[in-house]
């Protein structure tokens, strides 16, 4: 056993060392016995030694799907492990980017509580085995009154900052000093739920489909796949809050201008918004006749969602509660100016944004608009000429 | 120093004007002399087993690329023979570097490469020597124009090269090497540095751990350089309630200890507008807001505010509006001007030193550190004879030719069609800019 399997880490870090092995110990099995029956006998095993791994592992797709804050409670014992693999061999079953960003997203929410309890000495070993080692300085560098204990090398740290895409997480905005980046154990916690979060995200080898129908053979598995594929059913009526609202004189998706939509699509993967896109989506749904409820809605996907500071900041975008004033749009010149514009996006853009629109007293020559709103204004206009067949000029 | 305007004027006309392409072959031969010479002293060429070579031609307006060298002999020997205009390596080390599918190369890591150049930079003196020329009428055009305004004629630009360009160029390496670089742990010493040749300098960064870093690792280290998402979230703002601004200490680390570090340095060394306006005129910082951080009592207290580290920099003149510009203000004056694209490129090519700029004669000359700063690259980089024995005639073709100071005497500016008699390094510097046709070989 090793050094950290003494220490019990990898029961609650699974992903560490070891941890694989004890979940799956096939490699050490010598039996010629087919992979069905293998599977079968160690997850009976599993359910029967474990009784509460059915509605664990059934929680963790619900509330994941349901961008519930937690209610799921990690142990730290073999369950952990068999919890995580598990819903790490679901996950590439299902192939689903969304599915694994909402379930990565929820897990390593809990680890980081997890890491947060930690103490510096127990932070530093976990970290140097999840490949992001950091060092602890006990007197620690005192930056503007912070004490930063901990630190990270320049090279280790660039990796993760580049996943992370958070704003406050970029090399720019942190402590760095003679190659090394200064943290708290707060900021340490969070590189290493990334970390984290892509360790349960699965690299799909278009092994998939075998797997599921694999799978599929395996009793109490097979239940809770099924479970899981009606959740997804559902969800995909029901999915996107932004599609479903007749507000903003019926806000459909269509009318959502390239830079928001872009932004609403990097959100539902559960990919991180840096400070300025969050702003821009806070400051047109505030404009728009969107509800906080729903501008809480886009960013509960985010992996470092926290419902208490986003429907502050939220509040705080419309002047609610305070005497704050209401935020307008940003124009698109100022979108354009910090890159957010996506006029000609492959993906996204749209001739409105991109060649502008003809209007009244400027002859033949298209104007360009001005900032979102106009784009929906517009974005209105062709869609009620194209059902009433009007040319465009 | 002391400069001195020269060139002879030919009055007479000549017989033997040359073709273009007689100017190309004269330039040609001229540089593969010139390489016979420098191969003796050439730089070495760290891995270049592994690297790319790509070269472009004095006759072909194509690429090669796709070359590799096992050893700096062949690489020279292959310099002597084909009599490249410009040469080129990858700044990536691959395994198979002369494999013209690019995916097959099997990419072992890329040099961190920072392009200093003038070309990327807004510099007053452009407007004075950078041109769009019709290439139908002749018509110059200061401003960026993509047709003639006169005749609808395609446009060509014709870039030029002063001591302000250059001295920009150097004021942006210093300013890297000095106070971006010792952040991510890099000293003087781990840095390979040469002229460009032309207006800038490259500085190359080849540890291990930074050879590693993919294009999305590398935005990181390069938004650091060049102040792009700076976002200070709780400091640089004022208070209102509390009359103060939150401002930085000198020991504070990365961006926000450089904010202080140089507001302290631009109070300590300017006070006079007069004085501050020479070196930081084009960031328009309002008048009034100058008089008032200039200001004898202000300026002081704000010194000795910054001195010893009190985060909260109060000026009772200043309010929120004011703070605000002098935050942009500091923010500007800290960034370092790069081009981008070069740093953050995993594959590019970058100019080999020790070669030779097929648009100016200079030699892409490796420098260290304290080389660079005292650096002439108007003298330095000449390899081909400043002589008067060594004199070419040449007949400018551009309509407009601005000076240029070769050594310390300035030649030029020209007109279109006048006749000339100027040193080697001169007139290979004027054909190499494509402004003027060769009309005699010189000695
Ligand atoms: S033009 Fe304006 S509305 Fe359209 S994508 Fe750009 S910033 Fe958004
Ligand atoms: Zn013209
Ligand atoms: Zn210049």
């Known amino acids: ?393 | 120093m002391e400069k001195r305007r020269d060139s002879k004027k030919i009055t007479k006309h000549t017989k033997e004007v040359t073709s273009l392409e007689d100017t190309t072959l004269e330039l040609r031969k001229k540089f593969t002399l010139k390489y016979a010479e420098l191969v003796k002293y050439f730089p070495k060429i760290p891995e270049i087993a592994s690297r790319e070579f790509a070269f472009l031609f004095w006759d072909r307006n194509y690429m090669i690329r796709h070359r590799g060298f096992t050893n700096p002999q062949h690489l020279l020997s292959e310099l002597k023979n084909i009599n490249p205009k410009h040469v080129y390596h990858s700044a990536a080390l691959y395994k198979d570097p002369a494999n013209k599918i690019m995916s097959e190369k099997g990419w072992m890591g890329c040099d961190f490469v920072v392009d200093i150049d003038a070309d990327h930079m807004e510099l007053s003196c452009q407007e004075n020597h950078d041109y769009y020329i019709c290439m139908k009428c002749d018509y110059v055009h200061r401003e960026k124009v993509t047709k003639c305004q006169k005749c609808e004629g395609p446009i060509r630009k014709q870039i030029w090269l002063c001591d302000k360009c250059l001295e920009a160029s150097k004021y942006e390496v210093i300013k890297l090497v000095d106070d971006f670089l010792p952040d991510f742990g890099f000293t003087k010493n781990d840095i390979d540095l040469n002229f460009s040749g032309h207006r800038g300098y490259h500085v190359h960064l080849r540890d291990k751990f930074i050879r590693t870093l993919s294009s999305e690792e590398r935005r990181q280290m390069v938004d650091y350089i060049t102040g792009t998402n700076f976002d200070p979230t709780d400091y640089l703002i004022y208070k209102s309630s509390n009359g103060y601004f939150i401002g930085t200490t000198i020991d504070d680390a990365g961006w926000k200890g450089r904010i202080a570090r140089n507001f302290l340095k631009i109070l300590t060394t300017h006070d006079s507008i007069d004085s501050f306006n020479k070196e930081y005129s084009k960031y328009n910082l309002d008048t009034k807001i100058k008089q008032i951080l200039l200001n004898p009592d202000n300026r002081n207290q704000l010194i000795h505010q910054l001195t010893i580290k009190n985060q909260y920099w109060t000026i009772k003149e200043l309010a929120k509006g004011s703070w605000k510009k002098i935050k942009e203000f500091l923010i500007q004056v800290s960034m370092c001007d790069i081009d981008v694209p070069v740093s953050i490129d995993t594959h590019r090519l970058i100019r080999v030193q020790g070669s030779i700029h097929g648009k100016t004669g200079f030699l892409v000359k490796p420098l260290n550190y304290y080389d660079m700063v005292n650096f002439e690259p108007f003298s330095d980089p000449i390899i081909f004879s400043t002589e008067k024995e060594a004199c070419m005639k040449l007949e400018i073709n551009t309509p407009i030719c601005p000076e240029i100071r070769i050594k310390d005497i300035i030649y030029g500016p020209y007109k279109k069609h006048e006749q000339i008699e100027v040193p080697e390094a001169v007139a290979i510097f004027l054909t190499c800019k494509g402004v003027a046709d060769l009309l005699s070989r010189g000695n």
């Open chain 1, 1 to 393: 056993m090793s050094y950290y399997n003494a220490y019990g880490l990898v029961y609650k870090y699974p992903w560490l060392e070891g941890g694989r092995e004890m979940f799956d110990p096939i490699v050490e099995s010598e039996s010629a016995e087919p992979l069905v029956d293998y599977y079968n006998r160690l997850f009976s095993d599993y359910f029967s030694i474990y009784p509460e791994l059915y509605q664990k592992l059934l929680d963790v797709f619900i509330f994941a799907l349901d961008k519930k804050e937690s209610g799921i409670v990690l142990t730290d014992d073999k369950l952990n492990i068999i919890l995580f693999y598990t819903v790490k061999t679901l996950l590439t079953a299902f192939d689903n980017r969304i599915l694994d960003n909402h379930v990565a997203n929820l897990l390593s929410k809990l680890y980081h509580k997890r890491l947060l309890q930690e103490n510096p000495q127990d932070l530093v070993i976990i970290s140097k085995k999840m490949g992001l080692p950091c060092h602890f300085d006990r007197k620690g560098k005192d930056f503007g009154g912070v004490i930063h204990h901990f630190w990270v090398e320049i090279h280790q740290y660039v990796p993760i900052a580049a996943l992370l895409r958070d704003s406050n997480y970029q090399l720019i905005n942190r402590m760095v000093q003679n190659g090394k980046v200064f943290l708290i154990k707060d900021h340490m916690a969070r590189l290493l739920q990334e970390v984290a979060r892509r360790e349960i995200i699965p690299d799909h080898q278009g092994i998939s489909g075998e797997l599921l129908t694999l799978l599929k053979k395996i009793n109490p598995i097979s239940a809770i796949i099924n479970e899981i594929a009606i959740i997804i059913e559902e969800k995909k009526y029901s999915q996107s809050p932004y599609e479903k609202t007749n507000v903003y004189e019926n806000m459909v998706y269509v009318l959502y201008p390239p830079c928001i939509k872009f932004i609403l699509n990097k959100a539902t993967n559960g990919v991180n918004l840096t400070h300025s896109e969050r702003l821009h989506i806070a400051f047109f749904y505030a404009n728009t006749n969107h509800t906080v409820e729903e501008t809480v809605d886009v960013f509960r996907t985010l992996p470092d969602f926290d419902e208490k500071i986003a429907r502050y900041n939220i509040e705080f975008s419309r002047g609610i509660g305070g005497k704050g004033k209401k935020y307008s749009v940003y124009s698109c010149a100022k979108l354009k100016s910090i890159k957010l514009c996506k006029a000609t996006d492959k993906e996204y853009g749209d001739p409105i944004c991109a060649e502008g629109v003809y209007r009244k007293g400027h002859g033949d020559t298209k104007v360009p608009i001005k900032n979102p709103k106009d784009f929906v204004f517009w974005k209105n206009v062709e869609i009620q000429r194209k059902l009433q067949n009007i040319p465009k000029k």
